[in-house]
């Protein structure tokens, strides 16, 4: 499969490497032609790894992955360009967190996410909120922490969801771990845990975790 | 022990009746005096259940848990009276839900919680946030979820955070489900997981599940 990681970042990075170490052909978007990072990145994975600028990559991709902060994620599907988004798998694995004096604050936040935005922005695309509730390194190995732990889908389209659901199986997460919220509304329920996250990193000391949703039977 | 459980509502009966269970004094607190609800509830328990407004039972009590809604918290603890808290701990199990035109919001959210609002108003109470991210029957009975899934204790007071960590184990909690997360600010991560909870509520048809959170070792 053909894929665009936007986002240069250690998310976008690590995203970007395990789907090339999975057979795929990744191209890495960022906002320049010439982002340091991104050719780095490219010249060390080799061979299946290109660079590009958002436009670039998305333009050749199947699928889309914003690995972008959520704060800016509209700005760079913005100028990933619309035309090479429409009927695409749009994944969006982002949350909208900034620091602000030193204290975590989400934008936006419970009347609205960036899951919803997107879908919205890009009316066309086939958005699928995922994996923002873990770190990258658990996102891309979750066998780095034992259990049957939970990842959760949310979005419009049935198909896409199934697709990303076939993509999480090949970073190891089996389908039975996979629970599907609903619609991309639900990407609310998931963007609003990232405090509980951030609580846990602070007494855990490291963001080696995640959660198991347990019930009878 | 000698609990007030201020709220006549299915989480401050269910509360109530199983402080009595336990062999706990417990007075069931309401706006007025003459609740149907709450004498009918002492009268069913009988003994060590009684029925009163907020003030006498936060008066008679040496713990004081807020089962009212987030959202009231404040004037029912106010009803309650500075004075009947003051040095007291108080738990409070509420989350600021309500719906409106039929979607779930919170508030406070994000910025603030009822945690906080609570010690603020209330500076010599020793406020401890718990419970709030599972339903009122798992609350008391763990055991009807499998596995090792967690609560969480928030709150100023290390010694009080100790005392209502004993009562989690009466309530069926070993102390090594019990997750710290720090002082009362951490109430805006339990409260603002509020969405996840009713969107998997929603998946399962029910509320007879709860979290584990799951790391290495």
Redesign the interface.
């Known amino acids: 499969m053909r894929y665009a990681v936007l986002g240069t970042g250690e998310v976008g990075r690590t995203l970007g490497g395990r789907l090339v170490e999975l057979g795929h052909e990744v191209t890495l978007g960022s906002r320049t032609k010439d982002n340091p990072l991104a050719r780095e990145w490219a010249t060390a994975e080799a061979g299946r790894a290109h660079a590009g600028t958002f436009a670039e990559a998305a333009a050749a991709a199947e699928v889309v992955i914003n690995a972008v902060g959520g704060r800016v994620a509209l700005e760079a599907l913005g100028a990933a360009g619309a035309e090479h988004l429409d009927g695409k798998i749009v994944v969006d694995v982002s949350n909208p967190l900034a620091f602000e004096d030193g204290?975590p604050?989400?934008d936006p936040?419970?009347?609205d996410s960036v899951g919803e935005r997107i879908q919205q922005a890009f009316p066309h695309a086939r958005v699928v909120k995922t994996l923002n509730t873990v770190d990258v390194q658990v996102m891309v190995a979750p066998g780095?922490?034992?259990?049957e732990?939970n990842v959760f889908v949310c979005g419009e389209d049935t198909g896409a969801k199934q697709q990303v659901t076939a993509l999480l199986a090949e970073f190891g997460w089996p389908a039975r771990r996979v629970?599907?919220?609903?619609g991309i509304r639900?990407a609310?329920?998931?963007e609003?845990?990232l405090?509980?996250w951030?609580?846990?990193s602070?007494?855990?000391g490291n963001a080696?975790?995640?959660?198991?949703?347990?019930?009878?039977g």
Chains 1, 2 share one sequence.
Not at 144 to 147: L, S
Not at 179 to 182: K, V
Not at 208 to 216: C, G, K, L, S
């Open positions: 204290e604050r989400l936040v419970e009347s780095r922490v034992p259990g732990h629970l599907d919220l609903g639900s609310r329920a998931v609003m845990y405090p509980l951030l609580a846990l602070q007494r855990f080696d975790f995640n959660i198991e949703v347990r019930r009878p």
